[in-house]
């Protein structure tokens, strides 16, 4: 399985960004997704994630009410939706795939990960 990001970039604070990511399999009927990130000098938290047909989702608390995650199973995709962008959410964003099916945010569930994509919020 191959994981891929999109959308990174460079954004003002309180601004928008959605991030993507794809797989070389289709995801969907097994599989919980999710977003990590880590900034530099620090380790990789947890962002979000979405369980089986999208039925649940789980948040960090540094994201919830600012960030959405979604699934297009028939696209083979996750996206992350982020608004009210601090220059504290500045890192690099990984699109990770669980072995479980219900949204998780224990990185030890997940054994596949893109190679991530750069989000900079400047002040």
């Known amino acids: 399985v191959q994981l891929v990001e999109s959308g990174g970039g460079l954004v003002q604070a309180g601004g928008s960004l959605r991030v993507s990511c794809t797989s070389s399999?289709?995801?969907?009927?097994?599989?919980?997704m999710g977003w990590f990130r880590q900034a530099p000098g620090k380790e990789r938290e947890f962002v979000a994630a979405i369980g089986w047909r999208g039925v649940a989702t789980v948040y960090a608390d540094s994201v919830k009410g600012r960030f959405t995650i979604s699934r297009d199973d028939a696209k083979n995709s996750v996206y992350l939706q982020m608004d009210s962008l601090k220059p504290e959410d500045t890192a690099v964003y990984y699109c990770?795939?669980?072995?479980?099916?219900?949204?998780?945010?224990?990185?030890?569930?997940?054994?596949?990960w893109g190679q991530g994509t750069q989000v900079t919020v400047s002040s």
């Open positions: 990770a795939q669980a072995r479980i099916s219900t949204a998780t945010s224990r990185s030890e569930y997940y054994n596949y």
């Open positions: 399999r289709r995801t969907g009927w097994n599989n919980a």
